[in-house]
């Protein structure tokens, strides 16, 4: 699209752009619309650098500099990249380049080593400037995108000579031949390095290795291997462990409660990461058990130890509801642009805080075996299937009374609730079922025996 003059589009990109974000509700939609803008925008700020630079094009200082570059095509990469560097775009400096070409300013070979320039220097911003932090694993796709950069303008200075006539048979006018240069130059490095990427990242991966973050949540902070000798310590790091799991299954429920007030979809790759540190965790605590000499145990820590991975599964399979389904629910409501009417949102906030209490109880009743507790955690079990069950009743007869326009939202909303109810359950299991089957409170199935 480089030779063609699409200034004329800019105004009606921009316009359209404006118009579609502000028919569309926040959502994917809207956020896809904003490319009219920015292709408006970038187009009338290329129009707008070609204009600037014209009056360049008559310098006298310009003509020595071209001229000096003629017989010098690595300082002319070497200036071009400098200059990429500096307008932080590769794109301006071959419209620059193309236009210097079609005034016949430079020869064909100084316009292709400046554009073998433009695309070495495009890849040092983000090697300068793009990587914070000292994690040398954040270096590897910068410095990747830069070794391949400078491969291929190697390559191009060698077959320079071979490529300028065969540019030149390709078009005759000198700014198509550019533009048709620097496509060139970009599919050749794809198409040679596609096949190489995987031994590739495998080198990026082993010279820049990925540094342990102390603040990881998904890296174990309790399980010391000394501990394996004395199983009542090792027992209680991985107690403290599991805790550590019901703390980040409550930030997944805030997550949620908050997004039934705001747009925070955002919290979507937050609630990703923590969803993975809780699998990752949820393996550390069950090989960190495996590991313990059963032989040297009481009965009471072989019991500890069977609570804790009971405690740890039901946790984890929380975690993946609130991620998969409720967190995932939300976005969608978001997305659509959907709205609960005040009545749902009142009966889901309430829900949800339940939710979040019968977390905590969990939790403290994992440290603190309370009969009494648990027998009030079992009991919210029935509660929550109640509110399921009326909540399907209701939407049940919405539809027959024809309130079909509402069938979306409240199926949605159902499985919103479905989702509070397999949390729940999962927090029943985890902390309340253990303890009341130890004292025989627990019916082995909630079947009418064959007999009765």
Known sequence: LLPFDLTSLAPLRIRSGVWLFRRYRPGRTRDLVRVFSGLGLLLLSLHQLVELFEPFQTAPMLGMILDALATQPVAAVLLS??????????VAVVVLVMS??????????????????????????????????DDPAARRLPLGNLLTRVLGVLAGLVLLPWLQPLMSEMSSDPARAVANFHTLFNAVIALVFLPLLAPYA???????????????????????????????????????????????LQTLLLYARAGFKRDNRHRMVQARQLDAALDKLESAITTYLATLDQ???????????????????????AGDIAHHGLLSHIAKLRKQGWTFSPEQRASLDDTLGELI??????AALFV??????????????????TIET??????????????????EVGALYLDILRDM?????????????PLLARHGELLPSRLREAGN
């Open 81 to 90: 990249a400098a200059f990429t560097w500096a307008a932080h775009s590769s």
């Open 100 to 133: 210097l070409a079609s005034h016949h300013m430079v020869a064909p070979h100084v316009a292709f080593a400046l554009v073998l320039g433009a695309n070495l220097g495009t890849a040092i911003n983000p090697m300068i400037e793009g990587v914070t932090g």
């Open 202 to 248: 495998a080198l990026l991966t082993r010279w820049l290795p990925k540094r342990a973050d102390p603040n990881d949540p998904s890296r174990p902070q309790y399980l010391d291997e000394w501990a394996h000798d004395v199983p009542a310590v090792a027992l209680g790091n991985a107690a403290r462990e599991a805790l550590r799991m019901a703390d980040m």
């Open 295 to 317: 032989e040297n145990m009481t009965r009471d820590d072989v019991q500890r130890m069977d609570d804790i991975l009971a405690f740890i599964s039901n946790i984890g399979h």
């Open 357 to 362: 209490a019968n977390q905590r109880q969990a």
């Open 368 to 385: 603190n075996d309370d009969l009494r507790q648990a027998r009030a955690l079992a009991g919210e079990k029935s509660r929550f299937r």
């Open 390 to 407: 009326q909540a399907a009743d209701a939407h049940l007869q919405k539809i027959k009374g024809g309130q079909v326009d509402a069938a």
């Open 421 to 433: 109810k397999g949390i729940n359950s999962h927090l029943v299991g985890a902390a309340a079922y």
